[in-house]
């Protein structure tokens, strides 16, 4: 088995800054892309940001320049480094993997439990 736990949610001011982790456990052989999506009450889930395992980053044109994504291969961890947050930011933040458990079968995708993050005033 799998599993993705999350950490560093919570709640801040407009401006402030918040590091999310995800560290995934169990039998892994290999971490191809991994990412971090988010969901605001009322709204599809959307992607924020995803790298390779070779350390390529896509972002959200929205989160540009304000949110860093980063992995640690020797830890089996994502990290989202969040910026001048705002209150469009608000939502459930879920971590993703593409994870190979066996070399005699293709990788699955595995979802985080989800982590609240709530930018207000």
């Known amino acids: 088995q799998v599993q993705l736990v999350e950490s560093g949610g919570g709640s801040v001011q407009p401006g402030g800054s918040l590091r999310l982790s995800c560290e995934a456990s169990g039998n892994i052989r290999s971490i191809n892309d991994m990412g971090w999506y988010r969901q605001a009450p009322g709204k599809q889930r959307e992607s924020v940001a995803t790298?390779?395992?070779?350390?390529?980053?896509s972002y959200l044109d929205f989160v540009k320049d304000r949110f860093i994504i980063s992995r640690d291969n020797a830890k089996n961890t994502v990290y989202l480094q969040m910026s001048t947050l705002k209150p469009e930011d608000t939502a459930v933040y879920y971590c993703?993997?593409?994870?190979?458990?066996?070399?005699?079968?293709?990788?699955?995708?595995?979802w985080g439990q989800g982590t609240q993050v709530t930018v207000s005033s």
């Open positions: 790298i390779t395992s070779g350390g390529y980053t």
């Open positions: 993703n993997a593409e994870i190979r458990s066996s070399r005699y079968l293709p990788a699955r995708s595995y």
